[in-house]
């Protein structure tokens, strides 16, 4: 991860990428207001062979159009059950959104779709750690 603080978006279902487009224009916009944030999307599947991964990956590649959106999409074939259990994340019925350190400590989390009370819970922590719109602490 680039960021001083990375917004990590984890999303298990086709489907959930309407959930994940809420947080898009709102996260763009934290990226361009406070330096030192940026943002990733982490499709979650399980591990598969590396002819179904080309597949998928070129299936990905053609459905995202913008380049900084197809590089900021990493997509994970690893043993969701692990990689869940290691993030504390319960379900995959709905999107996770972590707020990660480059060092790789969680600083905040959510789930779902966004809404004013979650956008103010993650300016209240990015704020802890000096980084706010304003460009000073607190």
Do not use: C
């Amino acid at each position: 991860f680039e960021g001083e603080v990375n917004m990590v978006l984890i999303a298990y279902q086709r489907w959930q990428q309407g959930l994940l487009d809420t947080w898009a224009s709102y996260l763009e916009s934290l990226e361009r207001e406070i330096p030192g944030v940026t943002h990733y999307e982490l499709p979650v599947i399980r591990r598969l062979d590396p002819l179904s991964r080309a597949f998928i990956d070129g299936g990905m590649r053609a459905g995202i159009q913008e380049e900084r959106a197809r590089e900021r999409t990493i997509t994970l074939y690893v043993d969701k059950g692990a990689l869940n259990e290691a993030l504390g994340i319960g379900d995959e019925e709905t999107v996770h959104i972590l707020a990660v350190t480059k060092a790789g400590d969680i600083l905040w989390r959510e789930q779902g779709r966004l809404s004013l009370d979650k956008a103010r819970s993650l300016e209240a922590s990015l704020a802890q750690r000096g980084l706010s719109r304003s460009g000073g602490s607190g």
